[in-house]
């Protein structure tokens, strides 16, 4: 019993522990689009570069189940990109 209660201990404190150092790689990624960064617990911040026709854009999401995030599009100099419907 009492191992029991020890594994479900440890489990909990694995499952709801919280990482205040993230680990990004922020090489190059502009200023206005690193200060999206936040210390939540819940919702792990990505960046993607993406290229596409030519063109590369940075991608700034959140991953998390208890994340509802829409994805935020920047330009290569960091400022918000418009895309066409076709795009």
Request: with cysteine; glycine share 6%.
């Amino acid at each position: 019993m009492k191992s029991i209660c020890f594994l479900i201990g440890i489990a909990a404190i694995t499952l709801f522990s919280c990482d205040k150092a993230p680990q990004l790689r922020l090489d190059g990624v502009p200023k206005s689009v690193t200060q999206l960064i936040d210390d939540n617990c819940f919702c792990e911040p990505r960046i993607g570069l993406f290229k596409w026709d030519g063109r590369s854009f940075y991608v700034h999401c959140f991953i998390g189940p208890a994340c509802d995030t829409i994805a935020s599009i920047f330009d290569e100099q960091g400022n918000p990109a418009e895309l066409t419907d076709d795009e």
